[in-house]
Nanobody
Framework: QVQLVESGGGLVQAGGSLKLSCVAS????????MGWFRQAPGKERDFVAF????????YYADSVKGRFTISRDNAKNTVYLQMNSLKPEDTAVYYC???????????????????WGQGTQVTVSS
């Protein structure tokens, strides 16, 4: 298991940008594929983006494709989510999650991930 701590959330106007960070500790970060999910009030936790352990494979939900970019720095044990052109419907608590996998397969399901952060609130005003 790894321990994950997100940061970088906040309040932003529609059209603005935010960059979320997630720092991992406890195990070898480079052994884990990393995902970002989000959960709006009263809704299920939804997949946002995934990056493989090496960074060579990425995958995005259709709703964020072209606006969000996931990246990682294994030397800093950190995964990022750059969010541009934010919309009010992006408002949610954003969670990072870790999946142990050295093959590099894309993972998008909540149940695929064994470790989760506490979440960071992103609010986009119209």
């Amino acid at each position: 298991q790894v321990q994950l701590v997100e940061s970088g959330g906040g309040l932003v106007q529609a059209g603005g940008s935010l960059k979320l960070s997630c720092v991992a500790s406890g195990r070898t970060f480079s052994s884990y594929g990393m995902g970002w999910f989000r959960q709006a009030p009263g809704k299920e936790r939804d997949f946002v983006a995934f990056i493989s352990w090496s960074g060579s494979n990425t995958y995005y939900a259709d709703s964020v494709k072209g606006r969000f970019t996931i990246s990682r720095d294994n030397a800093k044990n950190t995964v990022y989510l750059q969010m541009n052109s934010l919309k009010p419907e992006d408002t949610a608590v954003y969670y990072c999650a870790a999946h142990y996998d050295l093959v590099g397969r894309i993972r998008v399901g909540v149940d695929d991930f064994g470790s989760w952060g506490q979440g960071t609130q992103v609010t986009v005003s119209s």
